[in-house]
């Protein structure tokens, strides 16, 4: 029997290494043709890999908590049966499948084709203990037990201030002569914000614009979905008319490509959504935003705003965004100053929607208005460009007849 090291797959667009979770085999064990051997927390989603051959563990390249690169040895497994007699051309005998997506395989499968992994819930590892995978590294890393431990979150999701409590830890704050001072490795999808903000700033001149919008007909709007039995929010309703000036200005969908000096202006529209989590800033994409209705656009930025709050959301829902949006008024906000996600080339924040003292017909009235900031790479877009496509948004928020326009 030979031996065969399977190295990391990608996981991923963007996505470099991967945390060990938890591991499903050890040195020993036999295991089959798409046998669950690892989970694995990247960036984006826990995801679960399945074995590439029928053999035995050899060994484990990493322990449990440990970072792997992508393309470094993952596990040895000694090959046996079918892959071991074909191992003179380096192929698995028959396909590896994805884990949970059924046992017939594709007609058209290449042996060339990379093993993928399957994402899946961070509550389905352990004993039923509800907590994400940044809270279950946490207790690892504290000591704390999490089987038993009640939580205090949404539906008894045990957070992060449960495991703090359970630890008596005491949240890590400046360190100076006179105070204790505690530290915490930053890894998964802090590591990676941190790394592509830093680098977003270092090397994308970006520039933030303002402009403040009437939002009373925004208002007008909600309420007449509301009559008619069906809900949206403003962030909703933005994200449809962010697509439709997109149309008029495609330098808002578009990406720099450094290495070849070029403009790259792309056909779809597919919205990021910035999203709060536990595990940190996520930001799924609402795909083709363009040619959807607005309440298709709450239904689905709810559904993938639970996901990644619970860690279920899929490796491929957080991909191939075209320009983001953050709703910074969630959390009272009245304007912010968001940093631009690469590739994309711009990102828009809504401020909270409040009353405000505004000038209408000469008179000052109170009504309802929020500030829309617009961040650009400015090798994208000048400043005059990227404040025509901000009044077009404005306008359009603040026309009944066009905002009416916009597909429910």
């Not at 393309?71 to 949970?100: F, K, M």
């Not at 700033?201 to 009373?216: G, H, K, S, W, Y």
């Amino acid at each position: 029997m030979s031996a065969r090291d399977f190295l990391l797959p990608d996981l991923g667009e963007g996505l470099e290494d991967a945390e060990i979770e938890r591991w499903l085999v050890q040195a020993g064990d036999a295991v089959e043709l798409n046998q669950p051997l690892v989970e694995v927390t990247t960036a984006k989603a826990t995801v679960e890999v399945p074995s590439p051959w029928a053999g035995v563990v050899e060994r484990l390249h990493a322990a449990e908590g440990d970072l792997v690169r992508v393309g470094a040895p993952l596990v040895t497994i000694r090959l046996t049966g079918p892959d071991e007699e074909q191992e003179t051309d380096g192929s698995p005998a028959a396909p590896p499948l994805l884990v949970g997506y059924g046992a017939t395989p594709d007609a058209n499968w290449n042996p060339s084709t990379s093993v993928e992994p399957v994402a899946r819930s961070a509550t389905d590892a352990g004993a039923h203990v509800a907590a994400t995978p940044a809270v279950r590294a946490l207790a690892k890393q504290l000591g704390v037990n999490l089987t038993g431990l009640a939580g205090t979150g949404n539906g008894g999701r045990i957070t992060r201030e449960d495991v703090e409590a359970a630890a008596g830890a005491t949240p890590a704050g400046p360190s100076n002569q006179n105070a204790r001072a505690g530290r915490t490795a930053v890894r998964g999808v802090r590591r990676l914000v941190a790394e592509r903000m830093t680098r977003s700033v270092r090397e994308i001149p970006q520039v933030t614009t303002f402009l403040t919008v009437d939002a009373t007909e925004l208002a007008s709007l909600r309420e007449e979905l509301a009559a008619a039995n069906t809900r949206a929010g403003p962030l909703a309703i933005v994200v449809r008319a962010l697509a439709t000036v997109c149309r008029e200005h495609p330098l808002l969908n578009a990406s720099f490509d450094a290495e070849r000096a070029e403009i790259v202006t792309y056909e779809e529209i597919h919205v990021g959504i910035a999203t709060d989590t536990e595990r940190g800033l996520m930001v799924p994409v609402v795909r083709s935003a363009g040619e959807k209705t607005i309440l298709a656009i709450e239904r689905e930025i709810a559904e993938l705003s639970a996901a990644a709050r619970d860690g279920t959301i899929r490796p491929e829902q957080m991909l191939g965004g075209t320009i983001t949006v953050s709703n910074v008024g969630t959390f009272g906000a009245e304007f912010g100053t968001p940093i631009v996600n690469p590739p994309e080339g711009a990102i828009l924040a809504l401020g909270v929607i409040e009353p405000r003292a505004l000038v209408v017909d000469g008179r000052v009235e109170a009504r309802p208005a929020g500030t829309l900031s617009l961040t650009f790479d400015h090798r994208l877009l000048d400043g005059a460009q990227a404040g025509r496509a901000l009044k077009s948004l404005r306008d359009l928020l603040q026309d009944p007849a066009a905002l009416r326009t916009l597909p429910r």
